[in-house]
């Protein structure tokens, strides 16, 4: 899968480095969860674009159904039978010694802390093999940096807010630079793809080889949309019972997810039904980020270019339409969504090796000592991560 970044005139190089690097090729392993991926990434910088000459991803998704969700054992060793193949793959048909490869790029947290493990002594040992640098990259900055990706870094220029949805995190965020952002609102409990997942094993959804929560969102599609009403399920839009909280800048899942479970295990509902069902759980979960979205531009000082919302859920359609019609109706309806294409929302390798291009550019690199990081906040990306400042 082949995605081109053209046009990107490296303007966050410093002169000292152009003068030196006419080409820079980033070689990037992502496993921080369940699936597996490579990405090899190319700068042209006389050319003025970036391209991805390589990229694959393997999905652990049949193996980890068996468990109804991410078992961390079943996830460890599908990256140790997976990475050397997908390693081998991509040496064999574009690396042929050090001089094709100018640094290795690796997920260095947060995440499953033995998945993540698996990819950085990975990278820890074709960087001493190759004699290259390494750097260790925070996953959720690389969802932040994905559109960047797709436009070879012209936009969305900073500053702009991040909305990084997955099943470990729900954060926004604003992002000032490559290597400042600021927290605005955090889960109270749980993320919302978590949530989600929870409820599509709750509602016996088949995954079909697709993570649960996008199974849940193409299998509620098919229902019958007259059902879709308010007062069907009753199901409450979070932080919204206690006027209190209405203000306050933060997400909630867990009360909305227990309502669900309530739903289900009371009564015996036909197929239709449980497809109203997630279409309403969906709705009031992306209103309410919607809502906090909106309170956040409310309450933030100074102008943003743009609003990144990107992470596993980002690919879900109820999202988009909700976002743009909240957007659309509000005084900020001026501000661009940018959404990644769908394949490069979910775990990818391909967001790792831009951000490590961008983090490079500014002159950052890692200790071949770093350790994988469970919990990172994104606020104290360098404080946590270490990085070495190399000398030019």
Same mark, same amino acid.
């Given at each position: 899968?082949?995605?081109?970044?053209?046009?990107?005139? &490296?303007? *966050?190089? +410093?002169? !000292?480095?152009?003068?030196?690097? /006419?080409?820079?090729?980033?070689?990037?392993? $992502?496993?921080?969860?369940?699936?597996?991926?490579?990405?090899? @990434? $190319?700068?042209?910088?006389?050319?003025?674009?970036?391209?991805?000459?390589?990229?694959?991803?393997?999905? %652990?998704?049949? $193996?980890?159904? =068996?468990?109804?969700?991410?078992? +961390?054992?079943?996830?460890?060793?599908?990256?140790?039978?997976?990475?050397?193949?997908?390693?081998?793959?991509?040496?064999?048909?574009?690396?042929?010694?050090?001089?094709?490869?100018?640094?290795?790029?690796?997920?260095?947290?947060?995440?499953?802390?033995?998945?993540?493990?698996? &990819?950085?002594?990975?990278?820890?040992?074709?960087?001493?093999?190759?004699?290259?640098?390494?750097?260790?990259?925070?996953?959720?900055?690389?969802?932040?940096?994905?559109? /960047?990706?797709?436009?070879?870094?012209?936009?969305?220029?900073?500053?702009?807010?991040?909305?990084?949805?997955?099943?470990?995190?729900?954060?926004?965020?604003? %992002?000032?630079?490559?290597?400042?952002?600021?927290?605005?609102?955090?889960?109270?409990?749980?993320?919302?793809?978590?949530?989600?997942? !929870?409820?599509? #094993?709750? @509602?016996?959804?088949?995954?079909?080889?697709?993570?649960?929560?996008?199974?849940?969102?193409?299998?509620?599609?098919?229902?019958?949309?007259?059902?879709?009403?308010?007062?069907?399920?009753?199901?409450?839009?979070?932080?919204?019972?206690?006027?209190?909280?209405?203000?306050?800048?933060?997400?909630?899942?867990?009360?909305?997810?227990?309502?669900?479970?309530?739903?289900?295990?009371?009564?015996?509902?036909?197929? *239709?039904?449980?497809?109203?069902?997630? #279409?309403?759980?969906?709705?009031?979960?992306?209103?309410?980020?919607?809502?906090?979205?909106?309170?956040?531009?409310? =309450?933030?000082? &100074?102008?943003?270019?743009?609003?990144?919302?990107?992470?596993?859920?980002?690919?879900?359609?109820?999202?988009?339409?909700?976002?743009?019609? =909240?957007?659309?109706?509000? +005084?900020? =309806?001026?501000?661009?969504?940018?959404?990644?294409?769908?394949?490069?929302?979910?775990?990818?390798?391909?967001?790792?090796?831009?951000?490590?291009? $961008?983090?490079?550019?500014?002159?950052?690199?890692?200790?071949? %000592?770093?350790?994988?990081?469970?919990?990172?906040?994104?606020?104290?990306?360098?404080?946590?991560?270490?990085?070495?400042?190399?000398?030019?």
């Amino acid at each position: 899968m082949i995605f081109g970044c053209r046009n990107y005139w &490296g303007y *966050f190089f +410093p002169r !000292k480095i152009l003068s030196f690097y /006419r080409e820079l090729r980033i070689l990037a392993i $992502e496993t921080s969860c369940d699936d597996t991926s490579v990405c090899l @990434l $190319e700068n042209c910088i006389d050319k003025g674009f970036s391209e991805v000459l390589y990229h694959k991803t393997e999905r %652990s998704l049949s $193996e980890n159904e =068996k468990f109804g969700g991410i078992h +961390p054992e079943v996830s460890i060793v599908y990256h140790q039978k997976k990475l050397s193949y997908i390693l081998k793959e991509v040496f064999d048909e574009y690396i042929c010694g050090r001089r094709n490869i100018d640094l290795i790029a690796v997920t260095q947290g947060p995440g499953m802390i033995g998945s993540l493990s698996v &990819g950085l002594n990975t990278a820890k040992g074709l960087s001493v093999a190759l004699d290259v640098p390494l750097i260790g990259i925070h996953h959720m900055q690389a969802h932040s940096l994905t559109p /960047r990706l797709i436009s070879s870094g012209k936009y969305p220029e900073f500053p702009y807010l991040s909305l990084l949805l997955s099943g470990g995190h729900t954060l926004l965020v604003r %992002s000032r630079s490559v290597i400042e952002h600021d927290i605005l609102a955090s889960t109270l409990d749980i993320s919302v793809g978590d949530m989600i997942d !929870k409820c599509a #094993r709750l @509602l016996k959804v088949d995954w079909n080889g697709m993570m649960p929560g996008q199974a849940l969102e193409n299998w509620s599609k098919s229902g019958d949309p007259s059902m879709d009403t308010d007062t069907v399920w009753n199901l409450p839009e979070p932080l919204m019972k206690n006027p209190e909280n209405r203000s306050k800048l933060a997400f909630s899942f867990s009360g909305l997810g227990s309502s669900v479970d309530r739903i289900v295990k009371r009564s015996s509902f036909n197929e *239709f039904q449980l497809k109203s069902l997630a #279409r309403s759980l969906q709705i009031s979960a992306f209103n309410h980020i919607s809502r906090c979205l909106l309170l956040g531009l409310e =309450k933030i000082d &100074g102008y943003v270019t743009g609003i990144v919302i990107s992470g596993g859920v980002a690919r879900n359609s109820f999202l988009k339409t909700i976002l743009h019609t =909240k957007l659309n109706n509000s +005084p900020y =309806k001026h501000i661009p969504l940018f959404f990644p294409p769908t394949e490069l929302c979910s775990d990818n390798s391909a967001m790792i090796a831009w951000t490590a291009y $961008e983090m490079y550019s500014l002159g950052y690199i890692s200790d071949l %000592s770093i350790l994988p990081i469970r919990k990172w906040p994104i606020d104290q990306l360098l404080e946590l991560g270490k990085y070495i400042v190399y000398d030019n």
